[in-house]
């Protein structure tokens, strides 16, 4: 597994949480919901810089071509099966111990100062509520917690670029939306490629629930705002 930098896009605010509500729709399980949202989809992204718009009509076109029993049997098989594609970003850091726990806390915190209650169903570090949080909630905390926990987010997009899934193209997005990696940044990455996340099973269900429950909760019909 190689470590890449991948291109960056200069993105004003409206634009870049744009491509952060796109992202998290379409990293939500793809259902008839989803899947009737592509058109908007396809409009918002048109609005987008080329490194991120790019990505993003490559995972619709894949959409586009796949039968829906398919994505769906696809996307169990990469988000659920699969610990080293997980959508969970403290796992990263944490695994599955205690100090994850907190990390989690401080998510909710956030979204909480934001004004928004996180459905009990979800963990609040899932990547698609983070992107939502980020797109709907309060663009600059979003950031911050997607930047804190880039090993994590960069380590899942090259995870998935190296099983060749057509999700590493909304990851790629993603990761066009922030600063470029650090050499520090490098370094956490290749020790998670090295070592994995640490080891010491614990009961997280105080934190956020079910740890499978997919996609974005914090509004009932999420709106991609689309601007020219």
Known sequence: MKIRASRKAALDEGRLTTAWQAASLLLGYPDEELLGRRP???????????????????????????????????????????????????????????KRGMALLRFKQAYTTAGLVLDDGELPDHLAVVLEFAATGDPVQGRRLLVEHRAGLELLRLALTDSRSPWAAVLDAVSATLPPLTGRTEDAIARLVAEGPPEEEVGLAPYGGDATAPGPVFLPDPVVGARS
Do not use: I, N, S
């Open 40 to 98: 908007l989809l396809r409009r918002a992204a048109g609005t987008l810089p080329e490194p991120v718009a790019a990505p993003l009509h490559g995972f619709l076109d894949h959409l586009d071509a796949t039968p829906p029993r398919d994505l769906e049997a696809e996307y169990v098989a990469t988000f659920d099966h699969r610990k080293r594609c997980c959508l969970y970003l403290t796992y990263y850091a944490y695994g599955d111990t205690r």
